[in-house]
T-cell receptor, first 117, second 116 residues
Framework: EAQVTQNPRYLITVTGKKLTVTCSQN?????MSWYRQDPGLGLRQIYY???????DKGDVPEGYKVSRKEKRNFPLILESPSPNQTSLYFC????????????????FGPGTRLTVL | AQSVTQLGSHVSVSEGALVLLRCNYS??????LFWYVQYPNQGLQLLLK??????LVKGINGFEAEFKKSETSFHLTKPSAHMSDAAEYFC??????????????FGAGTRLAVHP
């Protein structure tokens, strides 16, 4: 089954304790992205990657890191989490980058609900 | 800069009634437009998308949306609501930047409640 998976689905942690949220897709997609969802704000992009070893900041990158060593995986790293990073996080992927909408369609993982105390 | 405005953070309808969720966008270039649905405790699922051509777009689960360039709108409709339609709906806009990077800009979302 074609899908984007995230782990863990739920995480409660404390301020300053490094954590990693994993994301994996099995669709051979080039493009991957991380979003956070907060009430009243919709989804905001944290980081994206157009291909292996190519990553760049989105709209809200502060406090986050990513890496793209393999095409299928795009982990999100919080080196020193803070309470304002409590949120619902989504990983997404799409076939590639290009001018046709079919390339723009993004497939989303089930989400990771993170609470930082 | 692109932006998306969804009018009404909460919409409540009766089962069998018309569903209308409003979305307006701003974009300096022709946009690609999307509606996504999020059911409780799940990720986002694509309902429908507008590329070019026909302005009335049909999606899954009986939903459709009409692209109106003059009004910069992409409202989502369904003739008859079902209880299973209760979810949060997100409108999003995108277009191809130079270099091929396509970025999705989301609206704040509209939570649809369907009551018997």
């Amino acid at each position: 089954e074609a899908q984007v998976t995230q782990n863990p689905r739920y995480l409660i942690t404390v301020t300053g304790k490094k954590l990693t949220v994993t994301c994996s897709q099995n669709m051979n997609h080039e493009y991957m992205s991380w979003y956070r969802q907060d009430p009243g704000l919709g989804l905001r992009q944290i980081y994206y990657s157009m291909n292996v070893e190519v990553t760049d900041k989105g709209d809200v990158p502060e406090g986050y890191k990513v890496s793209r060593k393999e095409k299928r995986n795009f982990p999100l790293i919080l080196e020193s989490p803070s309470p304002n990073q409590t949120s619902l996080y989504f990983c997404a992927s799409s076939l590639g980058v290009g001018r046709t909408s079919s390339y723009n369609e993004q497939f989303f993982g089930p989400g990771t609900r993170l609470t930082v105390l | 800069a692109q932006s998306v405005t969804q009018l009404g953070s909460h919409v409540s309808v009766s089962e069998g009634a018309l569903v209308l969720l409003r979305c307006n966008y701003s974009s300096s270039v022709p946009p690609y437009l999307f509606w996504y649905v999020q059911y409780p405790n799940q990720g986002l699922q694509l309902l429908l998308k507008y590329t070019t051509g026909a302005t009335l777009v049909k999606g899954i689960n009986g939903f459709e949306a009409e692209f109106k360039k003059s009004e910069t709108s992409f409202h989502l409709t369904k003739p008859s609501a079902h209880m299973s339609d209760a979810a949060e709906y997100f409108c999003a806009v995108s277009h191809a930047f130079s270099g091929g990077y396509n970025k999705l800009i989301f609206g704040a979302g509209t939570r649809l409640a369907v009551h018997p």
